[in-house]
Structures are given as structure tokens and as C-alpha cells.
């Protein structure tokens, strides 16, 4: 870890974060239709290509950045490539896709925090999505939904060891704020870029 410190890390951040998007995370998730009665295998495909379009997009800005916090390994979190393993699954070719031009801004490290709060949680909660459309649609990691299982069994393990480097880093309250309006904007581009793209409810 490369933050250390003698005194136990304050969690002040997380509550923050939690709390400061908390309007924008539930309000998205109502609009999500992995749990509605409407959903099927062409609305699943739809909609894994309107994430690819998002998830490309944000994570080569990421790639790219070079305000990623010291000692976190962001190759190992990047999920673009589980998509384009389902899409191929779904006979789609990503190449012919859009992607989403309206990206939270990376200005500080903190942004980059705000950034990888939302899609570390979003991953967390895939695992419930997984386990929906095995039931709903009867796929699997291997043939169309290895996005939703990216970790796989070590779900819990990666979102517990993000939450233990995101309180590691020293952030000043300025950088606090900095992180929350960049996890509220990225919810608002991802929410913003699927409306366009016609696949929420």
C-alpha cells in the first residue's frame, strides 16, 4: 500500500462519497431494466452495447491518465474486455458501436478516486445482476455475461481491498469534494449516454 500513516485511515471519504451519491446511484437503478419484465435477450444484448460504449470510452481515458493514484493497478480492474467477450458472444462486433463522447473530467487524483468508486461499486453490484439473468436468460460467464462476473469469486475480496487504498489516501477536504463531484458526474454521463442510446426504462 503506498499510503501509509501511523493513525487508522479515516473513512470520511467513503461516507462522502455514499452519501453525496446517493440521489444519482438510486435513481439509476430504477431505470436499469435487468429486473424487468420487459427484459430479453435482444434488450440484454442493447444494453451491454450502450456499457461498452461507456465503459470504452472511460476506461481508455483512464489509461491514458497519468493521475492514477500510486501503487493502484487499474489493468487489473479494467472490464472493457469482458464486454467485448459477450458482445462476441452475442454476434455483435464492438468496432460497429458508438461510443460516449460527455466523460467526467480527470483533474486531480481525487477526480480519478470518484471515477473508480462508481465503476468498482457498479461491479459489486453486478454480481446480483448475474445471478438475474442466469435465471432470466440462462447465460453464463463463458456466453454472454462475463461482464456481470468480471472478478468472478473475488467480487467481494477486489471492492473490500478499493475501499481499503481509497481510505489510505490522505484527501484534503477540497479533495474530498473533488472526488464526490467526480463520482456524481460520471453517474450523471453514464445515466445521460444510455438514455441516448435508448436502453433505460
Known sequence: ?????????????????????????VALEKRLPFFSDSLDLQRYTRLLAAYYGFYQAMENRLEHSTLI???????????????????????I???SLSLCPALPQLGSEASVLGVLY????????????????????????????AFLYVYGEATGRYWKSFLDFLCAVPLDARARDEAVKAACSTFSC????????????
Open 190 to 201: 453514464f445515466e445521460q449516454w444510455l438514455e441516448r442510446q435508448e436502453v433505460l426504462l
Open 93 to 95: 462486433s464492438p468496432r
Open 69 to 91: 493514484p500510486p501503487g493502484f493497478d487499474l489493468h487489473a480492474r479494467l472490464k472493457t474486455r469482458a464486454l467485448v467477450q459477450d458482445l462476441r458472444a452475442l454476434n
Open 1 to 25: 500500500m503506498p499510503y501509509e500513516s501511523s493513525s487508522p485511515p479515516t473513512p470520511s471519504v467513503l461516507n462522502e462519497l455514499r452519501s453525496g451519491t446517493r440521489t444519482l446511484h
Open 118 to 145: 462508481v465503476l468498482e461499486g457498479a461491479t459489486l453490484g453486478g454480481n446480483i445482476l448475474r445471478k438475474q439473468i442466469a435465471e432470466r436468460l440462462g447465460l453464463q460467464a463463458h456466453d454472454g455475461c
